[in-house]
């Protein structure tokens, strides 16, 4: 069978997905480090209604922000696998090559546009 996309192509989206990894697990510690809840002093103030409100809500803010970035590490992640296998390009759907537009935009992508959409509807 013969190889949907070049090596060097491959090579080259290797090294976004373990940069852009690398971008993501720094973003998630960043996030960490922003959450009331896990400051120090929060169990032990006294701090008045508002505050406590404010807390639960950046709470929630951060709490989301990370769900979505660690959705996109395993995304990445998966890809890389992909890439490991020989079969990184490869709709997970249909099995037809991604076009190479696609990859170069969204470097994680599973699938071809068509089954994309099909997921998504
Ligand atoms: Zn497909």
Redesign the pocket.
Known sequence: MAKAFSQEFINLQKKRLEEDLKDLLAKIEELKKEDPFLDPDHASDNAAVDTDVREQVGHETVEAQIKDLNYRVSEIKAALLRINKGKYGI?L??A?PIPKARLEVIPESA??I??EKKLRS
Do not use: A, P, R
Request: aromatic share 12%.
């Open positions: 709709c759907k249909c037809k699938y071809c068509d089954c």
